[in-house]
């Protein structure tokens, strides 16, 4: 009877870890539509035209007094979001290990963020500060989202599942991104047909992902719960907390270098993200049109390299297939290169090499750090995670943008990136993973 009763109860916990793993995937599909159509593709341009007919005569702004150029004010307010996650991440993720109520507070930059990416439908004339302050809450808001999501894997998904569920996530993502950015661009495309000026297209395309953000969220919040919290200790003020989240680090110099090898391959997987669009437009010579069917075609394919790396990762591990992704985004660049200017079609065999390698080393980079995070500490710890994947990527596009200055060619400023890429294989592939994994007080999988 005893025996039935363990085995009902490990039933249990298996269906309830399952049940609230599907409700985790479904944050990446509630809040993956803000980075796709918001600030990918629709935001910038937009915002910029804002800033524009609020320029003066120069063709500046003046946010709080401070001449600012319009083409300038999108970047500057992508900037300042920063700044403000950096400050919030690293007492939001402390707050969260320390009470052990993170979906109270998963919830409170999930409708925060919502609300100001619906807020942006207001959008409209000369409002610029508006889209800015908009922009920087809801970029922020993301940010901290994100952290808490991540911060769940260790607890929903034990050792030898997680690159599973890592990957299934980022599918979920990138398959909601992909279906809300072809059904945006049918109606800025045909917005006539639905009565629409352009403007009001953009302003629609806007709000509709704060809606969806916001609906979809329903879901993760009803089905994950919260956890027994660690001993208590008071927070530090941001900047501070990241210091003192650090200096714990430090006492795991192995997690430590793994950071710092994903902090550099990062860099160039997002450099190469926001620059693709540039060497595609300026070097080769590609419309718009075929520049917005590439972002479709990575997104799409993006799910299926996130589920294909995800079972490669079963058989030879989280680490050997990063490291062949990494090799793959370097061969991918070599051929990014040589492609001849207008001819889409190589381009769009670029994109797809792209996304096919995007998601999974997304994905399984996210599932290998899961490891690495000390017990109880899993919040704190991805907020320095989130703040390398976010914070930090600043180095990609000044190396692109210093090689193009000094060679007058977008093809050597692509080709540089590719410096990012062998550095952080070489990191990458010096971590013991295993031997971090127990230093981290944490059970080492059969593959890793």
Avoid at 306 to 321: D, I, V
Avoid at 349 to 371: E, K
Avoid at 430 to 435: L, N
Wanted: net charge positive.
């Amino acid at each position: 009877m005893s025996t039935d009763i363990v085995r009902t109860d490990a039933a249990d916990d298996a269906a309830g870890l399952r049940r609230e793993q599907r409700g985790w995937y479904f944050y990446d599909w509630a809040c993956s539509v803000y980075s796709t159509s918001v600030v990918t593709v629709f935001l910038g341009p937009y915002l910029t035209a804002v800033a524009e007919r609020a320029a003066d005569a120069d063709g500046y702004v003046h946010p709080l007094g401070v001449p600012v150029r319009a083409g300038s004010f999108f970047a500057y307010s992508v900037s300042l979001s920063v700044i403000v996650a950096v400050v919030v991440m690293p007492i939001v993720g402390s707050a969260a290990d320390r009470t052990g109520r993170k979906k109270p507070l998963l919830a409170a930059a999930a409708y925060t963020g919502a609300a100001a990416t619906t807020g942006m439908f207001f959008l409209d004339g000369d409002r610029y500060l508006l889209g800015g302050a908009l922009l920087v809450v809801a970029n922020a808001a993301q940010s901290v989202g994100m952290m808490l999501y991540n911060s769940y894997l260790p607890q929903i998904a034990p050792p030898e599942e997680r690159d599973a569920v890592s990957s299934r996530g980022w599918a979920f993502g990138y398959a909601a991104g992909s279906s809300v950015l072809v059904a945006n661009l049918v109606l800025y495309s045909a917005h006539d047909s639905f009565g629409l000026t352009e403007t009001a297209a953009v302003r629609v395309c806007l709000a509709s992902a704060g809606l969806w953000w916001g609906a979809f969220t329903l879901i993760p919040l009803r089905r994950l719960r919260d956890r027994h919290a660690r001993v208590e200790r008071a927070s530090a003020p941001g900047l501070r907390q990241l210091a003192a989240t650090v200096r714990d680090m430090r006492r795991h110099p192995l997690t430590l270098s793994f950071l710092l090898a994903y902090l550099i391959y990062n860099d160039g997987i997002q450099t190469v993200i926001t620059q693709a669009s540039v060497y595609g437009s300026q070097e080769l010579g590609l419309s718009q049109s075929t520049l917005i069917v590439a972002v479709l075609l990575v997104q799409v394919l993006a799910v299926a390299g996130a589920l294909a790396m995800g079972r490669l990762a079963r058989t030879y591990g989280a680490q050997r297939t990063i490291l062949g992704s990494l090799v793959a985004w370097t061969v991918t660049l070599a051929a990014g290169y040589f492609l001849p200017a207008k001819a889409p079609v190589f381009f769009f065999v670029l994109a797809a090499g792209i996304g096919l390698v995007l998601g999974g080393s997304q994905a399984l980079s996210r599932s290998l750090f899961s490891h690495l995070v000390p017990p109880g500490k899993e919040a704190e710890y991805f907020a320095a995670y989130e703040l390398s994947d976010r914070g930090m990527s600043w180095l990609g596009p000044l190396l692109f943008g210093i090689t193009y200055q000094l060679t007058g060619s977008y093809r050597s400023a692509i080709i540089s990136l590719v410096a990012f890429f062998v550095i952080g294989f070489t990191l990458l592939a010096r971590v013991p993973v295993r031997r971090a994994i127990g230093e981290a007080g944490n059970p080492v999988p059969e593959k890793i």
